[in-house]
């Protein structure tokens, strides 16, 4: 699994908007139903909420594509 390091400059950032600003999906609806199909874990838990906030640390991982977000 390739890791990708990811930096935000806020205290956080909304899961759905994150795999957005990433470049794992090409729109926010398609990101809302990856999400809600739990096809997303963060920090090792499947995650069907798409606003879940995601702070530095966390760790969101999108198996079927082999990646690992990692935020900074």
């Known amino acids: 699994m390739k890791q990708q390091e990811?930096?935000?400059h806020t205290d956080f950032i909304k899961?759905?908007?994150l795999l957005k600003f990433a470049g794992c999906v090409e729109t926010g609806g398609i990101g809302k139903e990856i999400?809600?199909?739990g096809r997303i874990k963060v920090n090792g838990e499947v995650c069907l909420m798409r606003g879940k906030k995601i702070r530095k640390?966390?760790?969101v991982q999108i198996d079927e594509i082999g990646t690992e977000l990692v935020i900074v």
């Open 15 to 17: 899961l759905d908007s």
């Open 6 to 8: 990811i930096a935000i």
């Open 35 to 37: 999400i809600a199909e």
């Open 57 to 59: 640390g966390d760790r």
